[in-house]
């Protein structure tokens, strides 16, 4: 009697705030899997907003925000030509407050908080020496994160789950379990690991922007050898903890590389080629 009362509550808890979306539209890779969730995406982004100026003033506080003049002009020289690409995925994304710094760390790590917040680490350009076209490859990955909402998506299911806890504990006595929600976008953002169909969608996406905004696809195969090889040199970048690899992973970039591999040719031919 108890259990289905429980769960009958927490069906119509979810119910009430549950919303399926599709957050970005197909593209040439056509990713169209449809998402759950149980928060919304200004909730989200305002949260986000929050945590990456407090983290920013911190590496400022630390002097390690934006310190290579140069490396900060290529970074950003990067975003702002993937920017533009993000319209044929989500319109709306050109109205984001896009927002790129370089952190100085050893750590080799990069990362775009929902709304378009990102830091790249100094450790990532230096320890990989990443080319440009690989540089467009992780950003682009990034970037992909955020457009499909992953990290919403990831809160939502912790909600779900703490909404069932709280439920149960309502009932039992047991109290509620409170939530942060600037701490749970940080949390999955930063640290969580990402599920095996979240790094599908946003190796697809990523190597979309990188061929329209003009950068060689296939560095995202070198990308991820080179990855491969610090970890196997025992020097584990912490991008893979949240962006765990896989065997089929390059597979799967040769295939998609080589579908957006004319959207490449076509912006090197372009008018905007070679800016
Ligand atoms: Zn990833």
């Not at 108890?2 to 539209?25: D, F, H, M, P």
């Not at 439920?167 to 930063?190: C, E, H, R, S």
């Not at 610090?230 to 065997?247: D, F, M, R």
């Not at 390059?250 to 590389?257: H, N, R, T």
Request: aromatic share 4%; net charge neutral; proline share 4%.
């Amino acid at each position: 009697m108890r259990i289905s009362l429980i769960a009958l509550a927490i069906s119509a808890a979810l119910a009430a705030g549950c919303q399926t979306v599709e957050t970005t539209k197909q593209g040439t890779v056509g990713v169209d899997r449809q998402q759950h969730m149980l928060v919304s995406e200004q909730e989200v982004e305002a949260s986000a907003q929050k945590q990456y100026a407090q983290m920013m003033a911190e590496a400022q506080k630390k002097n390690a925000l934006d310190r290579d003049a140069a490396q900060v002009q290529r970074v950003k020289t990067i975003v702002s030509r993937l920017v533009p690409q993000t319209v044929v995925f989500r319109p709306d994304a050109l109205k984001w407050a896009w927002e790129t710094h370089v952190l100085s760390s050893s750590e080799v790590n990069a990362w775009c908080m929902p709304g378009g917040k990102m830091a790249v680490y100094s450790g990532l350009i230096e320890k990989l020496q990443a080319t440009d076209d690989e540089l467009a490859a992780v950003m682009g990955h990034e970037i992909s994160h955020a457009l499909r909402e992953h990290s919403r998506e990831a809160i939502s299911r912790q909600m779900a789950t703490q909404t069932a806890v709280g439920i149960a504990g309502a009932l039992f006595g047991v109290g509620d379990l409170g939530q942060n929600l600037g701490n749970m976008v940080a949390d999955v953002t930063l640290n969580r690991p990402n599920s095996r169909t979240n790094e599908t969608e946003a190796d697809r996406i990523g190597v979309e922007l990188a061929a329209r905004a003009g950068y060689n696809p296939e560095a995202a195969i070198n990308l991820w050898q080179k990855m491969a090889k610090l970890n196997s040199a025992g020097q584990p970048p912490k991008w893979l903890s949240t962006h765990p690899s896989n065997e089929d992973r390059i597979k799967d970039i040769q295939v998609y590389a080589q579908k957006v591999m004319p959207l490449y040719t076509a912006a090197k031919a372009g008018p905007s080629a070679g800016k």
